[in-house]
């Protein structure tokens, strides 16, 4: 056993042990619980897979059927106590995105740039690679665990879900990870689980989300007037990402008494962690990678700097952009942002 998993194990054995994902947790967040479920399982330790919100895609949904992954809501926790162990997978305790449970945060493995209260766990590994998924596999690795078809699938599944089939964020590492789960698992039911990337009932608030594109020299903007899941935006982020010279993608929603962010960008030198969590500085907070992150703003915090919340909106995130370099590269792609004034490009 590496020594990294033996101080894991010697860490948690004789607790009753929790493994908490972000909420509403993604691909890559439910797959990596269920990989370490299972790879614990190997030292005679069991755990419970728990999170705060639903399960939102259909695609996540099948995923967890089909491999038979019990998952558990912080609502139905009702016997959780203080001295109970949990596990942060593919989150960290303090983000905005994860809720605090009664039970001790001991530790904690992530791939996102580390938060200031990662600092109290007593068991961290967190490496900045494209999914949390890639870590949990690399354990099975590095032991010589022997992994069963179903965690090879799901696990190589939320890598190229996390990555957006290896075209973000991605290490050596990960290609390492790619190599070794690609033919332990079932590419057909990637594949299926891949093909519903959108609903059937989110096609007209699909339709809506693009008709309110607002873009600002390669910046785009999209207010979506209507309750979605966090997994609806970030398909929306990723979609208008893709679009002819647009490198900077910002979309919200209204969530409880603010508004959630999904953001996503092209190019590494505009890091869309280090732009939200500045364009959201003292109304909310935010982070992630440099090329796709999330925040939250309080209403209150935005009203309080201008009435009209969505020019508020922009200028907190443009004011950010604009002061980011270029290399040469993106300057050419989008020669506005290197200091010209911004406009829109809605005719």
Known sequence: MSHQLSELIELIKGHRVFIQTHNFPDQDAIASAFGLQVLLENYGIKTIICHHGCVERAATANMVAQFGIEMTTDDDLKDMREEDYIINVDSQKGNSNIRDLIGYEVACIDHHPVFCEAESYRYKDIRIVGSCATIIADYFRQNEIEMPENVATALLYGLKCDTKDFTRGVTDLDV????????????????????????????????????????????????????????????????????????????????????????????????????????????????????????????????????????????????????????????????????????????
């Open 176 to 347: 390492e990870i790619f190599n070794y789960l690609f033919p332990r698992a079932d590419s057909r039911l990637i594949r299926r689980f891949q093909a519903a990337a959108i609903q059937f009932d989110e096609l007209n608030a699909f339709a809506d989300s693009m008709r309110n594109i607002d873009i600002y020299n390669g910046v785009a903007f999209t207010y979506l007037d209507f309750t979605c899941a966090d997994a609806f935006m970030a398909t929306v982020s990723d979609f208008i990402l893709d679009i002819d010279k647009v490198i900077f993608a910002v979309v919200y929603a209204r969530r409880g008494n603010g508004f959630k962010f999904s953001v996503r960008s092209e190019f590494d030198e505009l890091d869309a962690g280090q732009i939200v969590s500045e364009a959201l500085c003292g109304i909310g907070g935010g982070g992630g990678h440099k090329s796709m992150a999330g925040g939250y703003a309080d209403e209150s915090g935005i009203m309080n700097l201008g009435t009209d919340t969505h020019s508020v909106i922009r200028k907190l995130f443009l004011d950010v952009i604009t002061k980011m370099p270029l290399s040469e590269i993106a300057a050419e792609t989008i020669p506005e942002l290197s200091g010209n004034e911004l406009h829109s490009d809605r005719k």
